[in-house]
């Protein structure tokens, strides 16, 4: 929780008109995944005066640890487990497909980037 302040807060620092989206990761479940943005969300409110847009939650999962041994991604190594499920969903809201077998990654667009003030 403290990182994902400090890194709401830098990153309003140096681009204030941003939207701030947040995955909650390592959730038990979708209501606790759900809890947590809660919180978040009233800390970015009270201290930054900002309301956060929740994109979802990633569960708790073994596939994790398997792939981070085997140096491989989750959702290469294990497709069907459900944190492969849940970022294959997340991932279909924040990058819609632009042709078909082709995904448009944020940074191919360099309006995503704005030099940090001085």
């Not at 290469?76 to 997340?90: F, H, K, N, T, Y």
């Amino acid at each position: 929780m403290t990182d994902a302040y400090a890194t709401m807060k830098t990153t309003l620092r140096h681009n204030p008109s941003a939207v701030i989206s947040v995955v909650v990761n390592r959730a038990r479940t979708a209501r606790q995944g759900w809890e947590v943005f809660h919180t978040l969300d009233g800390i970015a409110g009270r201290f930054m005066t900002r309301r956060l847009c929740y994109l979802g939650y990633l569960p708790e999962d073994e596939s994790v640890r398997r792939s981070v041994a085997m140096k491989t991604p989750a959702v290469q190594m294990e497709p069907d487990s459900a944190v492969a499920l849940r970022m294959r969903e997340i991932a279909s809201v924040l990058i819609p497909a632009r042709e078909p077998g082709r995904l448009q990654p944020p940074w191919d667009d360099q309006r995503n980037f704005q030099e940090a003030p001085r």
